[in-house]
């Protein structure tokens, strides 16, 4: 059986709980000033919550709205309730808003080596259309480097 969640939108009290999932995520995870900064941007910040009587937090993804075009910034699931369609679930609802609101893409980048990212991007139907060099930290022990983002995008309305 498949989880059920709600969408909540992030608060400032959310950020610790927020940043714990983000920590045991990511190896260069946001900091809670990232996730206070798109609070104070308004941007769409969400708290993805089982729907259940505990509401343990499961998740939170950030979109970045810009004139005709949304931007993925974020999205993180809790490594216990990964590959059960939640980030493709939640991804596909915000493109469903995204759709109401007239946003004609969604574009997003991510790190060349996050394998399990792009094959759910792809599945959803995202394309790569270039690539930035360079754009991430990558910092591996004592050694920094850095490494490309693949950037990719999803049409949601074709302009006639
Ligand atoms: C990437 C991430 C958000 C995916 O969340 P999720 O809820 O587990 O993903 P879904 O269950 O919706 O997966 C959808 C599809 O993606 C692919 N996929 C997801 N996890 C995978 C894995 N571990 N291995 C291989 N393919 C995977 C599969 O095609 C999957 O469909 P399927 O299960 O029917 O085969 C999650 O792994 C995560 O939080 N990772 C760390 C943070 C991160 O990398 N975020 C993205 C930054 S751009």
């Known amino acids: 059986m498949s989880i059920n ?5 992030m608060h400032d009290s ?27 941007q308004k941007y769409w910040n969400y708290v993805l919550l089982e729907d259940s009587p505990s509401n343990q937090r499961i998740g939170h ?46 574009l997003l980048e991510v790190r060349r080596s996050n394998d399990v990212a792009i094959k759910m991007y792809e599945k959803l139907g995202y394309q790569f259309i270039g690539a930035r060099r360079d754009y991430y930290p990558l910092v591996k022990g004592d050694t920094f480097s850095r490494e490309d ?5 999803k049409i949601l309305k074709e302009i006639k």
Request: proline residues 4%; charged residues 20%.
């Open 149 to 153: 983002a693949l950037v990719m995008e």
């Open 14 to 40: 959310d950020i610790g709980n927020v940043h714990k999932i983000e920590a045991e995520s990511h190896l260069h995870p946001w900091s809670e000033k990232n996730f206070l900064d798109c609070i104070v």
């Open 61 to 106: 993804c950030i979109i970045m709205p810009g004139v005709e075009e949304l931007h993925l910034l974020n999205i993180t699931i809790h490594p216990h309730f990964r590959r059960q369609h939640i980030a493709s679930r939640a991804l596909m609802s915000l493109e469903e808003i995204g759709i109401k609101h007239h946003y004609l893409k969604m």
């Open 5 to 9: 969640f709600q969408f909540k939108v």
